[in-house]
């Protein structure tokens, strides 16, 4: 799978060296927890995470992030129309889901 992402970056011209498999992890936690409104612990259990539930932390850091913006409608997100948001203050980019 990484090698075939990997290609698919090159291809569009993206230097795919500083990206790897984990984005796909916090993107497949929010899928669950909000389309399919998986339950918390049963994330929990598909990712292997926190069997007793003892540090409820690390699942929370994949539903949620300061750089989220829980009023944007999912349909905004891929809207090439929609102005910058502020720069990440991590990578300076100033994309949508930054």
């Known amino acids: 799978f990484l090698k075939c992402f990997r290609n698919n970056m090159l291809d569009v011209g993206i230097d795919p060296r500083s990206y790897g498999t984990h984005l796909f992890c916090r993107g ?9 409104q998986w339950p918390i612990q049963n994330i929990c259990d598909w990712g292997g995470w926190a069997e ?14 300061w750089l989220d913006n829980p009023y944007a409608q999912r349909q905004e ?3 090439v129309t929609r ?4 720069p990440c203050n991590h990578c300076g980019r100033t994309c949508h889901c930054a």
């Open 77 to 79: 997100f891929f809207d």
């Open 52 to 65: 007793d539930f003892d540090n409820p932390g690390t699942i929370f850091k994949y539903l949620l992030s």
């Open 28 to 36: 497949g936690c929010q899928y669950l927890h909000i389309e399919l």
């Open 83 to 86: 102005p910058p948001s502020d």
